[in-house]
């Protein structure tokens, strides 16, 4: 699953443009990555990507997704 599906998954989900997607997955990204820091040892919970998915209106199976695009980084 790469960046641009993402994308339009969640254009789909939120009915909005491709820009305001992009925005909205990239703020979400962003949120994980601190709460990322401020856990022990940088581990995120499963429930927290589980929460980002939610956030975007986003099915579970992108977990996977956002586990790769934080490692990324």
């Not at 990204?29 to 940088?42: K, M, Q, S, V």
Request: charged share 30%; with cysteine.
């Amino acid at each position: 699953m790469n960046r641009n599906t993402v994308i339009e998954n969640i254009c789909t989900a939120c009915r909005c443009g491709e820009r305001r997607a992009e925005e909205y997955l990239t703020a979400e990204l962003r949120n994980l990555r601190e709460l990322r820091e401020l856990r022990d040892a940088g581990a995120l919970c499963y429930g927290d990507l589980e929460t980002a998915c939610s956030g975007l209106g986003l099915d579970f199976d992108y977990t996977d997704y956002f586990c790769r695009a934080l490692s990324l980084n």
